[in-house]
């Protein structure tokens, strides 16, 4: 299995997207150079795939225009506080 997964920084409120779930403990314990200064990390968003390409393909697409807007929505109730056991009118 494999994974694609959300970010959020705690100490600049940056999000980032990755791929491959074997690399969650190592963002967290410090050892991936691009993220070692961004921590404490908390785990927001995540996607398990059958294989690595699906994975990949996934996490391109996140880090587009309409990926962004689609977590942003899927996610909005995270960002803005809503306790989760409110139910949403349309």
């Given at each position: 299995?494999?994974?694609?997964?959300?970010?959020?920084?705690?100490?600049?409120?940056?999000?980032?997207?990755?791929?491959?779930g074997?690399?969650?403990?190592?963002?967290?314990?410090?050892?991936?150079?691009?993220?070692?200064?961004?921590?404490?990390?908390?785990?927001?968003?995540?996607?398990?795939?059958?294989?690595?390409?699906?994975?990949?393909?996934?996490?391109?697409f996140?880090?587009?225009?309409?990926?962004?807007?689609?977590?942003?929505?899927?996610l909005?109730?995270?960002?803005?506080?809503?306790?989760?056991?409110?139910?949403?009118?349309?």
């Open positions: 299995m494999h994974y694609t997964y959300g970010l959020l920084s705690q100490q600049d409120k940056r999000r980032m997207y990755r791929w491959n074997t690399r969650i403990y190592e963002h967290a314990e410090g050892r991936v150079r691009s993220t070692a200064y961004r921590r404490p990390l908390r785990l927001i968003y995540y996607e398990a795939c059958v294989s690595a390409n699906d994975a990949f393909r996934r996490e391109r996140l880090k587009t225009g309409q990926g962004k807007r689609y977590l942003r929505k899927r909005a109730s995270f960002f803005s506080g809503i306790p989760e056991k409110k139910l949403e009118r349309h």
